[in-house]
């Protein structure tokens, strides 16, 4: 899979590890940044990782930050993404199969290394069912004209 990745300083640290372990695993990651320490603006990572997955660059979006949550809520403004904010395996792999969410939000302040990479892989294992639940993400979307 070609994966876009983006984080700010709060999530820098769990972006480097998530990396590493997704081009063990084969995938062609886009590193979007930060790359330091330095404070940043979630949003700006959030809308780049966000752009590309919207336009078909990558195929998911994986962001952290602090909480995740600022992450999900920059992205959720980019028309046609959906994004989710995930701190348990189960819910990784729902927002894929049942969501369509081509981004996964992280929190490296909620969330260890080791189950950030268990919520990755359950993520990136997932795939959307489509059927009843295409409908549902379809009432999600603006009216078109609005
Ligand atoms: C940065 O301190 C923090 O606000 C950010 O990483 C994130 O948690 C925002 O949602």
Known sequence: MKIALGADHGGVGLKDELAT???EQGHEVSDLGTSGSASVDYPDY???VAAQVADGTVDRGILVC?????MAMAANKVPGVRAGVVSDTFSAQMIAEHN???ILCLGARVVGPSLAQ???DSYLGATFEGGRHARRVGKIEPASGS
Do not use: E
């Open 100 to 102: 369509d969410a081509r």
């Open 66 to 70: 602090g909480t995740g949550q600022g």
């Open 118 to 120: 268990a919520i990755v």
């Open 21 to 23: 372990h997704l081009r």
């Open 46 to 48: 959030a809308q780049a």
